[in-house]
């Protein structure tokens, strides 16, 4: 079975940096674009960003771009959200997700990791 | 960027009724869209994508349709576990944005 376990969520100070690994099992990871949504308490989701197959392509919504990057590890199967500079506005819930290549749906998500940005 | 609107941001209804939430983007999306159910603490399922292809193990009642820019999701008769929030999201080009949501609440 699809297996996607996020982790790496703290209580941090603004400006600081985290980084979230969402660990994968059940697929080929090589396969597949990965996605980062966050959801901030009480909020709807946010599309962060994503990572094409190889890791060669990635995209970023504006609010993240230059302080948040993506990446991917194929021989461990985990994909990475570095998040620096961290802002109050950044607090959320961070989803890892996988990509369905023919309809580009988001068909698997984790449970989440909860990053709390305050001083 | 493309932005995307739903509406209603809230719904009231009772089981056995048929609801539509619209999603509209300001630009042509084609038909790259997707729609996803949110409950309480949980992730997001998704539930159809490229506007009306649904998505394996999910019930029949739920339906997508539309094109380039106005999208709907149609719930034919609505069960109790249905009571959550929709988003619809576009996946034609980065950024792909999310809806604001659209929150369907038992009346």
């Given at each position: 079975d699809v297996e996607m376990v996020e982790s790496g969520g703290d209580l941090v100070q603004p400006g600081r940096s985290l980084t979230l690994s969402c660990a994968i099992s059940?697929?080929?990871?090589?396969?597949h674009w990965m996605s980062w949504v966050r959801q901030a308490p009480g909020k709807g989701l946010e599309w962060v960003a994503n990572i094409n197959k190889d890791g060669s392509e990635k995209n970023f919504v504006d609010s993240v771009k230059g302080r948040f990057f993506v990446s991917r590890d194929i021989y461990e199967s985990i994909l990475y959200l570095e998040m620096t500079?961290?802002?109050?506005?950044?607090?959320a819930v961070y989803y890892c997700a996988r990509t369905?290549?023919?309809?580009?749906?988001?068909?698997h998500w984790g449970r989440g990791t909860l990053v709390t940005v305050s001083s | 960027d493309i932005r995307l609107t739903q509406s209603p941001s809230s719904l009231s209804a009772s089981v056995g009724d048929i609801v539509t939430f619209t999603c509209r983007a300001s630009q042509n999306i084609d038909n790259w869209l997707a729609w996803y159910q949110q409950k309480p603490g949980k992730a997001p399922k998704l539930l159809?994508?490229?506007?009306s292809i649904l998505q394996s193990g999910v019930p029949s009642r739920f339906s997508g349709s539309g094109s380039g820019t106005d999208f709907a999701l149609t719930i034919s008769g609505l069960e109790p576990e249905d009571f959550a929030t929709y988003y619809c999201q576009m996946a034609n080009t980065a950024p792909d944005s999310f809806g604001q949501g659209s929150k369907l609440e038992i009346k």
């Amino acid at each position: 079975d699809v297996e996607m376990v996020e982790s790496g969520g703290d209580l941090v100070q603004p400006g600081r940096s985290l980084t979230l690994s969402c660990a994968i099992s059940g697929f080929d990871f090589r396969t597949h674009w990965m996605s980062w949504v966050r959801q901030a308490p009480g909020k709807g989701l946010e599309w962060v960003a994503n990572i094409n197959k190889d890791g060669s392509e990635k995209n970023f919504v504006d609010s993240v771009k230059g302080r948040f990057f993506v990446s991917r590890d194929i021989y461990e199967s985990i994909l990475y959200l570095e998040m620096t500079d961290l802002r109050v506005e950044d607090t959320a819930v961070y989803y890892c997700a996988r990509t369905y290549e023919p309809t580009r749906g988001l068909d698997h998500w984790g449970r989440g990791t909860l990053v709390t940005v305050s001083s | 960027d493309i932005r995307l609107t739903q509406s209603p941001s809230s719904l009231s209804a009772s089981v056995g009724d048929i609801v539509t939430f619209t999603c509209r983007a300001s630009q042509n999306i084609d038909n790259w869209l997707a729609w996803y159910q949110q409950k309480p603490g949980k992730a997001p399922k998704l539930l159809i994508s490229s506007t009306s292809i649904l998505q394996s193990g999910v019930p029949s009642r739920f339906s997508g349709s539309g094109s380039g820019t106005d999208f709907a999701l149609t719930i034919s008769g609505l069960e109790p576990e249905d009571f959550a929030t929709y988003y619809c999201q576009m996946a034609n080009t980065a950024p792909d944005s999310f809806g604001q949501g659209s929150k369907l609440e038992i009346k």
